[in-house]
């Protein structure tokens, strides 16, 4: 059974860091593109940073040289690294991996920017 379960997400104050991490189970992520979406209230769930599975990135426009996406294949994980956190970034965060035209993800986590 694929399940991808969130971690590290919680209430931070602009200028924090978070690091989000997404431990997949029944898949090894290695092998497939892995992303982060998000949705913030009101808003469209939108990609918010991809991997391939030959280690392409890509990044939303909105946080490029904040975040930063990765694998880590031993402990079959993606991680995304969230720095210089912004109160535009509250959202749910989910992980998530296309195969074949079928999308798998997590639960969300909610990652709330405020002071």
């Known amino acids: 059974q694929v399940r991808f379960v969130e971690s590290g997400g919680g209430l931070v104050q602009p200028g924090g860091s978070l690091r989000l991490s997404c431990a997949a189970s029944g898949i090894s992520v290695r092998l497939y593109n892995t992303a982060w979406y998000r949705q913030a209230p009101g808003k469209q769930r939108e990609l918010v940073a991809v991997?391939?599975?030959?280690?392409?990135?890509n990044y939303v426009d909105s946080v490029k040289g904040r975040f930063t996406i990765s694998r880590d294949n031993a402990k079959n994980t993606v991680d995304l690294q969230m720095n210089s956190l912004k109160p535009e970034d509250t959202a749910i965060y989910y992980c998530?991996?296309?195969?074949?035209?079928?999308?798998?993800w997590g639960k969300g986590i909610l990652v709330t920017v405020s002071s």
């Open positions: 991997i391939s599975s030959s280690g392409n990135i």
């Open positions: 998530n991996v296309r195969l074949g035209g079928l999308d798998f």
